[in-house]
């Protein structure tokens, strides 16, 4: 089945364009002391420098090569948004599992919980965090995937009680297989299509998020990304610089939104058969 998907993802045009999309981004984030031209953090002393033969994007206002740090804030926006996004498809299906396996009080606990944390603006809290803890990356990894698994979490409750009425299911539960093993065994090889769609979905909002965030100025001053290179350019929108720092930090973020997007339709479509177009 899941080779099936994997075939069907590749010959989905939406598919095969978002997933052009994340590689050239995955190499770019992969590569980039070898694509950069200089030192993202080195002071050449030409300041707003236009592009040319040895500035590609030119340069700041402190004479900083924009081209070398759009490539390596490539590198902290991916690792962001996939350690936010593994820890929130990890929470989404440890609660939803364990309460559709368990049911009963935790359950209904569960539920509840999920209820009351899809209240909260997770925007004004991270930046409330934010202001008293460092923020750090891997500050900012946890406080996104707390505000994303909620969702997902009900997914995959909906979706393990259904594969609790299958019949492998219920003969393993009379032959007392203990919960870890349902789990693991019956649960969790299902769910991996699943998975991979919340872990996309997740990754493109906190794409989005970590880069409003760093735009906020609610980041680690010592990372290079493409949110904080927007806010750094903003100032300077009077001038010509705009159209080699603002714009080519925005489209970076677009095109990977883009291509996760692209993905995540393209995996809707193939995993729901009544999205798929109609063979004549």
Request: aromatic share 10%.
């Amino acid at each position: 089945m899941h080779i099936r998907i994997h075939k069907e993802l590749l010959e989905n045009n939406l598919g095969q364009l978002g997933l052009f999309l994340l590689g050239l981004i995955l190499l770019t984030a992969l590569f980039a002391p070898f694509i950069a031209n200089h030192n993202p953090l080195a002071y050449t002393g030409d300041i707003f420098q236009p592009p040319d033969g040895k500035y590609w994007l030119g340069t700041n206002e402190v004479g900083q090569d924009i081209w070398s740090q759009l490539v390596y804030g490539a590198r902290t926006s991916l690792t962001i948004a996939a350690g936010a996004a593994l820890l929130a498809a990890a929470l989404s299906l440890l609660a939803g599992g364990s309460a559709a396996i368990n049911g009963g009080l935790l359950d209904r606990t569960i539920m509840r919980t999920i209820d009351i944390w899809l209240v909260l603006p997770p925007v004004i809290v991270t930046i409330l965090v934010a202001s008293y803890l460092h923020p750090s990356r891997l500050l900012l990894m946890v406080l996104l995937a707390l505000f994303m698994w909620p969702g997902g979490a009900r997914i995959i409750r909906t979706q393990t009680l259904t594969l609790k009425t299958k019949a492998s299911y219920a003969a393993a539960t009379c032959f007392g297989a203990s919960q870890p093993y349902l789990l693991t065994r019956h649960i969790l090889p299902e769910l991996a299509p699943t998975l991979t769609a919340l872990f996309i979905q997740y990754s493109r909002r906190a794409i989005f998020m970590e880069s409003g965030l760093s735009f906020f100025g609610i980041s680690d001053p010592s990372l290079l990304s493409w949110g904080k290179m927007m806010q750094q350019a903003l100032p300077y929108t009077y001038l010509d610089v705009w159209q080699w720092w603002l714009v080519p930090a925005g489209l970076a973020v677009s095109i990977t939104i883009a291509g996760l997007a692209f993905t995540g339709l393209a995996l809707e479509t193939v995993l729901d058969p009544r999205l798929r177009p109609e063979k004549r």
